[in-house]
């Protein structure tokens, strides 16, 4: 029996460990990306940069059954992310030709939401008008969810799981935010977040409808000066240091997301909440 075929265009960490899980299922796995040294054994690679036009014209000829796209922006401008969210949405259906894969799952971001003063929100609420760098990535969704394809968007918060990430170094260093005002914060650990997209991959393997839009992150939006602090008495920062190190002061709206729909689809988190994700991450210092 043919195996399932699965394609991730801009292959970077995620699709990579997403992609290793499906390995282990049997699945075909190919990436997309410039430097397809940097794939893992086993994927096919395929060198392109997926912003510049005509860049995804070989996809047609892979027929892959599922796509997945893990796009970043080209840059930190408003162009930057044009070029890299809806123009590379857009060469990607192009790209496609004829070919219909059985569904596209895109990876987005809950920045798209308009709520900015830390209230709730789920897969229903309103979308931001004002966020210039937002809308190119509501546009990119919007591209696919009109096109002819079956197609999911997982809209995950801040991803985490890397050792020695900044904000470890940050906190090692004695900087904390200020407790006040209270700015939430939402996140996924990244070994949840590919594994929600391979078993999201798999129920549409299975014929099981996936619903349109998912939120991506875990049980428990908190306090960011909760997580920091909770994150320096871990790694055993010296109180005195913190009393003397400089407050790192929080910008830009914050929002408190559920994750309604991914319960709803039958995932159960490794990680529901940022004490066991980010004890996770503290045993591979």
Same mark, same amino acid.
């Given at each position: 029996?043919?195996?399932?075929?699965?394609?991730?265009?801009?292959?970077?960490?995620?699709?990579? !460990?997403? +992609? #290793?899980?499906?390995?282990?299922?049997?699945?075909?796995?190919?990436?997309? !990306?410039?430097? &397809?040294?940097?794939?893992?054994?086993?994927?096919?690679?395929?060198? /392109?940069?997926?912003?510049?036009?005509?860049?995804?014209?070989?996809?047609?000829?892979?027929?892959?059954?599922?796509?997945?796209?893990?796009?970043?922006?080209?840059?930190?401008?408003?162009?930057?992310? =044009?070029?890299?969210? %809806?123009?590379?949405?857009?060469?990607?259906?192009? +790209?496609?030709?004829?070919?219909?894969? #059985?569904?596209?799952?895109?990876?987005?971001?809950?920045?798209?939401? *308009?709520?900015?003063?830390?209230?709730?929100?789920?897969?229903?609420?309103?979308?931001?008008?004002?966020?210039?760098? /937002?809308?190119?990535?509501?546009?990119?969704?919007?591209?696919?969810?009109?096109?002819?394809? /079956?197609?999911?968007?997982?809209?995950?918060?801040?991803?985490?799981?890397?050792?020695?990430?900044? %904000?470890?170094? #940050?906190? *090692?260093?004695?900087?904390?935010?200020?407790? *006040?005002?209270? @700015?939430?914060?939402?996140?996924? @650990?990244?070994?949840?977040?590919?594994?929600?997209?391979? @078993?999201?991959?798999?129920?549409?393997?299975?014929?099981?409808?996936?619903?349109?839009?998912? &939120?991506?992150?875990?049980?428990?939006?908190?306090?960011?000066?909760? =997580?920091?602090?909770?994150? *320096?008495?871990?790694?055993?920062?010296?109180?005195? !240091?913190?009393?003397? /190190?400089?407050?790192?002061?929080?910008?830009?709206?914050?929002? !408190?997301?559920?994750?309604?729909?991914? @319960?709803?689809?039958?995932?159960?988190?490794?990680?529901?909440?940022?004490?066991?994700?980010?004890?996770?991450?503290?045993?591979?210092?």
């Amino acid at each position: 029996m043919k195996s399932n075929s699965v394609l991730f265009v801009g292959c970077g960490d995620l699709g990579a !460990r997403a +992609g #290793r899980l499906l390995q282990r299922q049997g699945w075909q796995v190919a990436g997309v !990306r410039r430097d &397809i040294s940097k794939l893992p054994p086993g994927f096919t690679g395929h060198r /392109a940069d997926y912003a510049e036009a005509g860049s995804l014209d070989f996809v047609a000829a892979l027929q892959p059954d599922f796509v997945v796209t893990t796009f970043n922006p080209t840059d930190r401008s408003v162009e930057g992310y =044009v070029a890299g969210f %809806l123009t590379a949405t857009a060469n990607l259906l192009s +790209g496609l030709g004829g070919h219909e894969p #059985r569904c596209i799952l895109a990876v987005s971001s809950t920045r798209v939401f *308009a709520e900015q003063q830390g209230g709730w929100v789920d897969e229903t609420s309103p979308l931001s008008t004002t966020d210039p760098r /937002a809308q190119p990535m509501i546009e990119a969704e919007q591209l696919l969810q009109v096109s002819s394809i /079956a197609a999911s968007v997982v809209r995950f918060g801040g991803i985490y799981g890397a050792p020695g990430g900044r %904000l470890l170094s #940050r906190i *090692a260093r004695g900087e904390l935010c200020s407790p *006040a005002p209270v @700015h939430y914060g939402n996140r996924m @650990h990244r070994d949840d977040c590919a594994g929600f997209l391979a @078993h999201l991959l798999g129920l549409s393997a299975a014929g099981k409808g996936l619903a349109p839009l998912y &939120i991506g992150v875990d049980d428990q939006p908190v306090p960011r000066y909760e =997580v920091e602090s909770w994150l *320096a008495r871990e790694i055993g920062v010296a109180p005195q !240091r913190l009393e003397a /190190a400089p407050v790192v002061e929080v910008s830009g709206g914050h929002k !408190r997301c559920r994750n309604l729909a991914l @319960h709803d689809s039958g995932y159960q988190l490794l990680y529901p909440d940022y004490r066991s994700g980010y004890r996770a991450v503290l045993n591979e210092l």
